[in-house]
T-cell receptor, first 113, second 112 residues
Framework: NAGVTQTPKFQVLKTGQSMTLQCAQDMNHEYMSWYRQDPGMGLRLIHYSVGAGITDQGEVPNGYNVSRSTTEDFPLRLLSAAPSQTSVYFC????????????FGQGTRLTVV | GEDVEQSLFLSVREGDSSVINCTYTDSSSTYLYWYKQEPGAGLQLLTYIFSNMDMKQDQRLTVLLNKKDKHLSLRIADTQTGDSAIYFCAESMYSSASKIIFGSGTRLSIRP
């Protein structure tokens, strides 16, 4: 199994550009989330989804949009990139229910210049 | 709001025990986690403990939870060079990926 796959691994954007970070999981997990990791700040939740068609905001949602049209995919969209969005982005998924583990992708390193 | 705090750095000698400490504020947390992140990699779940437990041991790893003080610790026995990584403490009301609150991470370095 591939697990959680994020693409691209690296990206450089100019301020104001838009792009979509892709996340796909092949484990039929209901729950998926996007986090950003900044130095000295751990991971912060951007958006999450508890199932297809359902999304909600996390701790730092401004500047990001998400959608969940299928169980497998949870893309993160930056509509107008800003230097403050320079970060490493992680996607995670887990099954519904107790005692389930969250699986993380390898991360996307985004630089906005 | 919820907050998870941990020190940023820890240096130990190879073969010694490492103890990484964490405090959290949300008394309703049900699951407390320790994740490991190696350079350039994603996060790997090391272990987790339910809030109704005091201790959990898994090979070289021992997790202690003091719910009264909201204090969590991870002890790594016989620390090896392969244990060099950033260790994240995290807490959640649920076991899913939907809402995990992470600490800032403790960078563990091993000296010979």
């Amino acid at each position: 199994n591939a697990g959680v796959t994020q693409t691209p691994k690296f990206q450089v954007l100019k301020t104001g550009q838009s792009m979509t970070l892709q996340c796909a999981q092949d484990m039929n997990h209901e729950y998926m989330s996007w986090y950003r990791q900044d130095p000295g700040m751990g991971l912060r939740l951007i958006h999450y989804s508890v199932g297809a068609g359902i999304t909600d905001q996390g701790e730092v949602p401004n500047g990001y949009n998400v959608s969940r049209s299928t169980t497998e995919d949870f893309p993160l969209r930056l509509l107008s990139a800003a230097p403050s969005q320079t970060s490493v982005y992680f996607c995670a998924s887990s099954a519904q229910g107790a005692n389930t583990e969250a699986f993380f992708g390898q991360g996307t390193r985004l630089t906005v210049v | 709001g919820e907050d998870v705090e941990q020190s940023l750095f820890l240096s130990v000698r190879e073969g010694d025990s490492s103890v990484i400490n964490c405090t959290y504020t949300d008394s309703s947390s049900t699951y407390l986690y320790w994740y490991k992140q190696e350079p350039g990699a994603g996060l790997q779940l090391l272990t987790y403990i339910f809030s109704n437990m005091d201790m959990k041991q898994d090979q070289r790893l021992t997790v202690l939870l003091n719910k009264k003080d909201k204090h969590l610790s991870l002890r790594i026995a016989d620390t090896q060079t392969g244990d060099s990584a950033i260790y994240f403490c995290a807490e959640s009301m649920y076991s899913s990926a939907s809402k995990i609150i992470f600490g800032s991470g403790t960078r563990l370095s091993i000296r010979p």
